[in-house]
């Protein structure tokens, strides 16, 4: 009889704590939707603190494909924080082959079929996501993460010295870190950026000599940055 009665027991209450989490996490959802317009709004009503800038950049190719890239970017997007900037951006890069490559009647069937140059311009379309550390009123650190895609001006390939890059979309990476200078004391906003960076551009779509036809451009450089 006890038995019984202690199982009721623990069945209600076991009943009762169910119904209790099903109740807290309706709540729970319901806040979390009724917060959606509060989050939204400032963006839609653009009172987030909008955020740009301008970067030139000189990258030194490295690896077995190495590609001199100068380039010019700009991004827009707003200051969540004084720590945390994301936006998005677009640049103009100069890629220049600087090592020897075969002439274009090089015998291998298929990947001459196409007209290829040393020098090419590039496109990159990218996210940006930047970390500043310290006080922005002062000098302080910073650590930004550009990655997207790139895609090759005009119809010719990027003839390098193991194989060509096409006009696909190329994967796009370019991190770099360095020091926030303001330049304005009445606006610390307005500052300049100097870093080093490191530049990543690959994909599968590309013609390699080898079978494999993943063709990889990694560079290392300094960047400098006007932001407002």
């Given at each position: 009889?006890?038995?019984?009665?202690?199982?009721?027991i623990l069945m209600?209450?076991?009943?009762?704590?169910?119904?209790?989490?099903?109740?807290?996490?309706?709540?729970?959802?319901?806040?979390?939707?009724?917060?959606?317009?509060?989050?939204?709004?400032?963006?839609?009503?653009?009172?987030?603190?909008?955020?740009?800038?301008?970067?030139?950049?000189?990258?030194?190719?490295?690896?077995?494909?190495?590609?001199?890239?100068?380039?010019?970017?700009?991004?827009?997007?707003?200051?969540?924080?004084?720590?945390?900037?994301?936006?998005?951006?677009?640049?103009?890069?100069?890629?220049?082959?600087?090592?020897?490559?075969?002439?274009?009647?090089?015998?291998?069937?298929?990947?001459?079929?196409?007209?290829?140059?040393?020098?090419?311009?590039?496109?990159?379309?990218?996210?940006?996501?930047?970390?500043?550390?310290?006080?922005?009123?002062?000098?302080?650190?910073?650590?930004?993460?550009?990655?997207?895609?790139?895609?090759?001006?005009?119809?010719?390939?990027?003839?390098?010295?193991?194989?060509?890059?096409?006009?696909?979309?190329?994967?796009?990476?370019?991190?770099?870190?360095?020091?926030?200078?303001?330049?304005?004391?009445?606006?610390?906003?307005?500052?300049?950026?100097?870093?080093?960076?490191?530049?990543?551009?690959t994909s599968d779509?590309?013609?390699?000599?080898?079978?494999?036809?993943?063709?990889?451009?990694?560079?290392?450089?300094?960047?400098?940055?006007?932001?407002?």
């Amino acid at each position: 009889m006890i038995t019984r009665l202690v199982k009721k027991i623990l069945m209600a209450a076991t009943c009762a704590v169910a119904v209790a989490g099903a109740q807290s996490a309706h709540a729970q959802y319901y806040e979390m939707v009724n917060q959606v317009p509060a989050l939204l709004s400032p963006a839609l009503s653009g009172s987030f603190n909008y955020k740009g800038y301008v970067e030139a950049s000189g990258i030194a190719g490295i690896g077995n494909n190495r590609v001199n890239i100068i380039g010019l970017s700009t991004s827009q997007g707003f200051q969540y924080s004084s720590w945390f900037f994301m936006g998005a951006g677009i640049g103009i890069d100069v890629a220049m082959n600087n090592t020897d490559v075969p002439s274009p009647d090089y015998d291998r069937p298929g990947y001459w079929e196409h007209s290829s140059s040393t020098t090419k311009i590039m496109v990159p379309v990218f996210s940006d996501f930047r970390f500043n550390f310290g006080d922005t009123g002062s000098m302080s650190f910073f650590i930004d993460i550009k990655a997207g895609a790139m895609w090759l001006m005009g119809n010719s390939y990027l003839r390098l010295q193991h194989g060509c890059m096409t006009g696909d979309a190329q994967f796009y990476l370019k991190p770099s870190l360095g020091v926030r200078i303001p330049v304005n004391s009445r606006n610390p906003r307005q500052a300049v950026n100097i870093g080093l960076a490191y530049q990543l551009i690959t994909s599968d779509n590309n013609y390699s000599y080898w079978n494999n036809n993943t063709l990889t451009l990694n560079g290392l450089g300094v960047s400098i940055a006007y932001e407002w």
